[in-house]
């Protein structure tokens, strides 16, 4: 790997000092404790206009020293961030959570219904309601609001299961997808939505 992209991950990592940074003086954002760092370096580098398999492949090598090209086998995945409030002492808390999850989980064209034109200030984004099993650690009947990017190769790891997003499986992009006004946060990289999500 070349100088500059070493310098970049450093960059990069400086950078992450500021993810906690709220998006203005009325949002309170939280990263959860349960992010994967390389997927947080991920989003912080394709906000400086680098591709997200690239992105990601710096990422593996800044976290865990992995070269991707080194790996007998790969895994097809997506990189996921869930939008979600909580109330906490009367304040309203916007968190975050980034993870990896197999491709399979959005087959039957899912990833491809937040391909849509929502104008401009607004991202599409899938609206699900949190399940039972409390496996990404929403609390359970909370609405919340789903980004992704890839499909990317990655290391062969455990990843959060399809049964985490049951409604992906059953419900239409009609009923699935949601036009969100976002803000810029984290120094004006990543965004984030402007409101709590509703499933009302």
Request: net charge negative; charged share 20%; hydrophobic share 40%.
């Amino acid at each position: 790997m070349s100088r500059k992209w070493f310098a970049v991950v450093g960059v990069v990592l400086v950078w992450m000092g500021l993810i906690d940074c709220p998006a203005s003086a009325e949002v309170i954002i939280e990263e959860s404790d349960a992010s994967e760092a390389s997927v947080v370096i991920t989003s912080a580098l394709e906000a400086f206009g680098i591709g997200t398999q690239s992105a990601h492949e710096i990422a593996l090598l800044a976290t865990a020293g992995i070269l991707l090209q080194d790996e007998p086998t790969t895994c097809l995945v997506y990189l996921v961030t869930l939008h979600w409030c909580e109330s906490v002492d009367g304040e309203i808390i916007h968190r975050r959570l980034r993870v990896r999850m197999d491709a399979s989980c959005f087959d039957g064209g899912v990833a491809q219904c937040i391909d849509v034109d929502c104008g401009v200030g607004m991202k599409p984004m899938l609206k699900l309601l949190s399940s039972s099993n409390g496996c990404l650690g929403i609390p359970t009947g909370s609405c919340f609001f789903v980004e992704l990017s890839g499909p990317v190769e990655t290391t062969c790891d455990t990843y959060p299961g399809c049964e985490c997003l049951p409604q992906l499986q059953t419900e239409s992009c009609e009923d699935l997808v949601e036009c969100v006004p976002f803000s810029p946060a984290d120094g004006g990289g990543v965004i984030v939505p402007s409101t709590c999500p509703s499933c009302d």
